[in-house]
């Protein structure tokens, strides 16, 4: 009997054989191989801005050099930390708001059809209103402080959240409801042992989305009104001229952001190891 055959008689599936775990060190050789092409995408890109930079095909003052951009990085690592860590305290805080009302919404409009059809529209309607346009309004309403970033922050990252939680709650089995209540499970029990966990894997393409807008969202904010953050960084290098400050600002920001999202990865990959896009290394076909 082939291999192949006997691995799936001995699971009790035909033509279905299980596969080993794979270690740590094929998983670093497995996260090697997913990595190397946008690597050399970077690398890529880094070396046609040198090339355009070092054949002064474009101005300094409009395009610096990565050397020029490094620098300054290097020399003002103080300065960029700290407005750095102002727009990632900002974008963390109105996230995790997001997050919070989101969910809720989302729960309230699952459950209730007339809150859901009260309420979408408004979403919708509020959602497709530019964020920048009304930023002034709240630097008027609650000042030059944080809660102005916050509330940017908020609006922008508030959509996906609710979005994509709707659609997890919406899209849990029936058959499995149904059983759940059949066993005598209250809508508790129900959502605490089935709604949620299956909203999940929704929920989280969701919030890898949301956690980029609101990085996007906070620096908005800065760029209406504030005296620190990475907003305020590059509004005052666009007015200076001050190109290599300008681009070392958008490089820390878009840092920001990648970062925040493979903290997303992460606990996604730890809270949800039942997934099937989890368990695609555990289990493969022999046809």
Not at 96 to 102: P, R
Not at 181 to 201: D, E
Not at 233 to 239: D, E, K
Request: proline share 6%.
């Amino acid at each position: 009997m082939p291999a192949a055959s006997a691995a799936g008689a001995g699971n009790g599936v035909a033509g279905v054989a299980e596969r080993a775990r794979p270690g740590i060190a094929d998983r670093a050789l497995e996260t090697l191989a997913r990595s190397w092409r946008p690597l050399a995408l970077l690398v890529a890109c880094f070396a046609v801005w040198w090339a355009v930079s070092a054949a002064r095909l474009v101005e300094p003052y409009l395009v610096p050099s990565p050397g020029s951009t490094l620098q300054v990085m290097r020399d003002k690592a103080g300065y960029i930390w700290h407005h750095g860590w102002v727009t990632t305290y900002e974008t963390l805080l109105g996230f995790a708001i997001a997050v919070a009302v989101g969910v809720l919404a989302a729960v309230i409009m699952v459950y209730s059809s007339t809150v859901e059809k009260t309420l979408y529209p408004v979403l919708l309607f509020a959602q497709v209103i530019p964020k920048i346009a009304i930023a002034p309004l709240f630097i008027v309403w609650l000042g030059f402080g944080i809660a102005p970033k916050i509330v940017v922050a908020v609006l922008i990252a508030f959509f996906p959240v609710v979005i994509s939680m709707v659609t997890g709650l919406k899209s849990v089995d029936p058959e499995m409801v149904q059983l759940s209540a059949t066993m005598g499970a209250g809508p508790l029990q129900t959502f605490v042992k089935i709604r949620f966990p299956a909203s999940l894997p929704h929920l989280f393409s969701g919030l890898k989305v949301a956690v980029t807008l609101a990085v996007t969202g906070a620096v908005v904010g800065e760029f209406v009104g504030a005296n620190e953050g990475l907003g305020f960084v590059i509004l005052q290098a666009n007015g200076n001229l001050d190109t290599p400050m300008l681009f070392a600002g958008l490089i820390v920001m878009s840092l920001i952001g990648v970062v925040l999202f493979l903290l997303v990865e992460i606990a996604e990959k730890l809270l949800l190891p039942w997934h099937a896009s989890r368990r695609g290394d555990a289990v493969t076909t022999t046809y």
